[in-house]
């Protein structure tokens, strides 16, 4: 299963209590809490781009499954990772103490990311 394409951002839980607790001032939270994001996925094999666009804040990553990379945090501090894949349609990092699981179903991305006992769960559909 190909993660490639194009998805927008549908619904999302927990936006505000998980980028106050990694540390988010309270105005870029409230300035990022209703914005539809766009992220767009280029899988080749084991590398992927990803492109995710937030109003005026476009995050580039890449990376190739069990390889070294750096990603951005949500807080901009930039860190290494390695990304690992578990069957063929799940992706998963920790960034930092953040743990982070993307998983396709159909045309449907269902991430999350934990940091203690706070889930964040964003649900995106391909477009």
């Known amino acids: 299963m190909s993660f490639t394409g194009k998805y927008e951002l549908q619904s999302q839980e927990n936006f505000e209590p998980f980028m106050k607790a990694i540390g988010l001032p309270d105005e870029q939270i409230q300035k ?3 914005i539809k994001g ?7 094999g084991k590398k992927f781009k990803v492109t995710v666009t937030t109003g005026s804040k476009v995050l580039h990553h890449e990376f190739t499954i069990g390889e070294e990379c750096e990603m951005e945090m ?7 990772t390695v990304v690992q894949m578990e069957g063929n349609n799940r992706l998963i990092t920790n960034l930092k103490g953040i743990k982070s699981v993307t998983e396709l179903n159909g045309d449907t991305i269902t991430h999350t990311m934990t940091t203690g006992d706070i889930t964040y769960k964003r649900i995106s559909k391909r477009i």
């Not at 766009?38 to 080749?44: F, G």
């Not at 949500?74 to 290494?80: F, L, M, R, T, V």
């Open 38 to 44: 766009t992220s767009e996925i280029v899988q080749d």
């Open 32 to 34: 990022g809490k209703d």
């Open 74 to 80: 949500p807080s901009g501090e930039k860190i290494k």
